[in-house]
Structure formats: C-alpha cells, structure tokens
C-alpha cells in the first residue's frame, strides 16, 4: 500500500511517499518558497534526485508539480494518482477536538479552519495542503494527524494557566504542546528499548524548534511549549519562557505594536537574537572561535533544558531516561554534553566516549553505573504519520 505523507508550511510542502507496512520510502522531497517565482523543488527517489526553479504561485501548483514527478514515466513511480492509497496529512493544531488520527471530512475541515486562530502561521496551510490533495488524489483516504494529539493526555493541573477560568472555557486558552508527533515516536522507541512499559521519560526534541515532554508510562504529562510553539525552550528564532510583562514593556516605553513584538520573539529572538546565528552549527564554529556570546548562548540554552529536566523529574517523580533528538538532539554533542553535566543527583551520567561516537541508530550514551539512561533516538515524523494513518484506515 502506498502513503503519501504531506506536510504543508506556509511557504513549503515537504512529502515523502512510503510503500507501507514495510515502511520503505519510495520517495520524499520538499517545495520551498512557494509564493515566489524562484521556488524550488527537490525530489528524491532510489533512480537519483532532481531539484529545479520554477515560478509556483500557490500550495496547488508545488502539489501538481510533485505527482506530476511522481508519475513521470522516467523518473516517477507511480503509475497513477490512483496508486495511492492514503494521502496523511501533518495538521499543527487540533486544539480540543482532535486526540487521535482523524479520517477527512468537511466537518474535519471546518474545525481545522476553527482552530486557524490558535495557529494562524500553520493550521491554514494545513488545510490548503488537504484541499489540493483531495483534488489531486481523488480515491485516496485523507486522513489528518495532528501535532498536538499525543498532547493531550497532559491533566489540567498541568495545562491549565492561572488566569480567570473563562478564558479556558469560552475561549480554549490552555496548554496545548507541539511536536507531538515525534516525542511520541521517540518515546515509544525509548519504552522498545528500555524494555519497560512502566516508565518514566523525558523527550527532548531539538530542533530549529524545540520542546520537551514528561511521559509517565507512554502518556505525555506536561511539556514545555503552550498555547503556542513560542513557549520554553530557547530555540533558533524563539525566545521560549519570557516574563509576560516585557511585551507590555516593548509596547508602552519602547513603541513597538503587537506585530513587531510578534515578530520579535518568535522570528528575531532566540540563538539568532543572541548570537546573531540560527544554525547552531555555526554558533558551535563560532564558539570554538572564543567567541563569547556564542559560548554564552549554548550555556543558556543548556541551562533551560537542565532547568525542565529538573522539574519534569520532580512532576515524574523519577526518571527512567532522557531522550535527545531532532537535528540538534541527535547531532550536538556538545549540547548534549552541558545539559548533561552536573545531574549526578538524578543519576544521570554521561559517558562521553559513546557521546562522541558517530552512530546514526537508537544508542544509550549513558555510563554503566547511571542510573537514569540518556538515549539518542533519531525522529522520524513521517514515518510515524504513516503508520498512524494506516492503522486508522485498517481498523
Ligand atoms: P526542524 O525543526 O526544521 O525539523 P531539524 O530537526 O532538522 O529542524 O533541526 C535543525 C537544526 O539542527 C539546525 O538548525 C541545526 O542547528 C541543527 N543541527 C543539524 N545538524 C547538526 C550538527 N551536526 N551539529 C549541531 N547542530 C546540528
């Protein structure tokens, strides 16, 4: 059975299309600056990879010009749009209404237009991507997975914030978390790995955003981002935990309007804002240079993740392992190694001979004697979608 998975940005549609159960990816790709004229398509199978510049106004054109590669004679491999079967769709957002993986219908649609308000940058794009593809792909079942489904098992102590309780009510202004997706792959690749159902983890997912779930027993308990992807940790572009009162502060003495401060925290701020760099592989470079405020941002970005380690073992009451992943996770050893250091007194030790090793699979990089294991688990977001969907369809 074919799976073709879709993941629509708002200037990008990344896919990957797997022959499932056997999970092989037959091909996957990305079209990035859709919107502009010099857009760009990259397409990759086991025949080779292209990548080309075309003028691809809309979310329409960039899906078109995908199955059209897909079903080319020469470098495609399907024969029709027909062949596939399930067409898996990544939606940000699925606010209350959404646990689990959800079969397309116009009443999905609607709430997924609803929810467009918690998720203006994600949750339109979503539907868009869902709306080409019904057209493109006709006989195949459109199914939605959402980011936030895994999510919400966290109880209300935990995501209820302390304002007037209306505001939870009438207005659904609440925790919600991101990322969902991938801590649960991870966390149940952790549980596969642990050998124990009955666990206590600690997901960390580093990427260009990044979270961190407390998972007891395969259920997620709290996390760090909230009623947005803004909150928490320290990420490429996003400031995470601010005090509130300097939004005010940005707009009552420094004259910024709300759409600056937007853009301030969620796109200038960050390791960008602090170091001037996003990648953090230039801000490692840099670091290595002596340069201090490259130094000083990883420690800070170490020191917050240390800082939600602490308290999520605290709500775990323990902790079985901590989980690293996404491109910063799976690939830094150095950031891996300052969060690391000093837990001794959660039994978390290091062993930075296996840190360091190159290895691309599931490893503990933990000492013999820690009692907590430390775990590097590569995501796979897509994968996880896949099975999902084909689950949803089967049963
Ligand atoms: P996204 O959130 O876009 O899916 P990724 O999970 O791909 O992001 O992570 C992207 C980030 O991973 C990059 O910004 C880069 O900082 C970081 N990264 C990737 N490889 C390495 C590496 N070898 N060393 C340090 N950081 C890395």
Request: charged share 25%.
């Amino acid at each position: 059975m074919q799976v073709l998975i879709l993941n629509s940005g708002s200037s990008s549609l990344k896919f990957q299309l797997f022959s499932m159960p056997k999970e092989t990816i037959l091909c996957s790709g990305v079209v990035e600056r859709i919107g502009f004229n010099d857009a760009i398509l990259r397409f990759k199978t086991d025949k080779g990879s292209i990548e080309l510049e075309s003028k691809i106004l809309n979310h329409k054109t960039a899906l078109k010009l995908v199955a059209q590669h897909l079903l080319d004679k020469d470098t495609g491999i399907i024969k029709s749009p027909k062949d596939i079967a399930i067409v898996g769709h990544r939606v940000v957002h699925g606010g209350i209404f959404f646990s689990k993986p959800t079969l397309i219908t116009e009443d999905v649609k609607e709430k997924i237009k609803t929810l467009a308000s918690l998720a203006p940058l994600h949750n339109p794009a979503n539907l868009e991507g869902i709306i080409v593809a019904e057209d493109i792909f006709p006989k195949a079942k459109q199914v939605a997975v959402f980011d936030t489904a895994f999510l919400q098992t966290i109880p209300e102590v935990a995501y209820k914030y302390a304002i007037p309780n209306e505001f939870l009510t009438e207005h659904h202004i609440r925790l919600y978390g991101f990322h969902g997706t991938s801590h649960k792959y991870v966390s149940e690749k952790a549980i596969e790995f642990l050998g124990k159902e009955e666990s206590k983890i600690i997901t960390i997912h580093l990427g260009n955003g990044c979270s961190m779930t407390a998972i007891k027993n395969g259920k997620s308990i709290d996390h760090s981002m909230g009623f947005s992807p803004l909150d928490g940790l320290i990420m490429g572009t996003r400031s995470g935990d601010i005090d509130p009162s300097i939004i005010f502060h940005l707009k009552d003495k420094l004259g910024y309007s709300l759409k600056e401060t937007n853009t301030l925290l969620n796109k200038k701020s960050g390791m960008l804002g602090l170091t001037g760099y996003n990648d953090l592989r230039d801000i490692e470079t840099m670091a290595a240079r002596g340069n201090k405020e490259c130094i000083l941002a990883l420690q800070m970005n170490a020191y917050r993740i240390k800082k939600y380690i602490g308290s999520y073992a605290a709500v775990l009451n323990g902790l079985d392992a901590i989980v690293f992943t996404a491109g910063i996770g799976e690939n830094c050893k150095l950031m891996r190694q300052l969060v690391c250091e000093n837990l001794d007194f959660l039994g978390i030790h290091l062993d930075v001979e296996k840190n360091n090793s190159d290895l691309r699979t599931i490893r503990a990089i933990n000492k013999e004697d820690s009692k907590a294991r430390i775990l590097v688990i590569p995501t796979n977001e897509e994968l996880e979608i896949a099975k999902q969907t084909v689950n949803l369809i089967k049963n």
